[in-house]
């Protein structure tokens, strides 16, 4: 069974930074791992796509992240990370990481519970 654990999540003020964490885990080989990236979801809005990361680092960024959201990985941890810098009130949200995860019976995606992120003066 896969496991999939976010953390880092917190209250911030507007400008601040905060660095989220996800870790997978379980019986799966690190090299089966394939894209990574964060979710999130606002009160009343749609969940979307923050970044993704592939196994190989090519990223991708929703349009009102990019430049101040990184997305970066650590294969060896079957980790990866979100670095949010200067923050808005607007992302506020609880994140959710994913792991796509490759075995004999093809691709699955594994999601972690949620981490809220409150941005805030």
């Known amino acids: 069974q896969v496991q999939v654990v976010e953390s880092g999540g917190g209250v911030v003020q507007p400008g601040g930074s905060l660095r989220l964490s996800c870790a997978a885990s379980?019986?799966?080989?690190?090299?089966?791992?394939?894209?990574m990236g964060w979710y999130r979801q606002a009160p009343g809005k749609e969940r979307e796509s923050v970044a993704t990361i592939s196994r190989g680092g090519n990223t991708h960024y929703a349009g009102s992240v990019k430049d101040r959201f990184t997305i970066s990985r650590d294969n060896a941890k079957n980790t990866v990370y979100l670095q949010m810098n200067s923050l808005k009130p607007e992302d506020t949200a609880v994140y959710y990481c994913y792991a796509r995860i490759y075995d004999d019976y093809g691709p699955s995606d594994y999601w972690g519970q949620g981490t809220q992120v409150t941005v805030s003066s």
């Open positions: 379980g019986r799966i080989f690190s090299i089966s791992i394939n894209d």
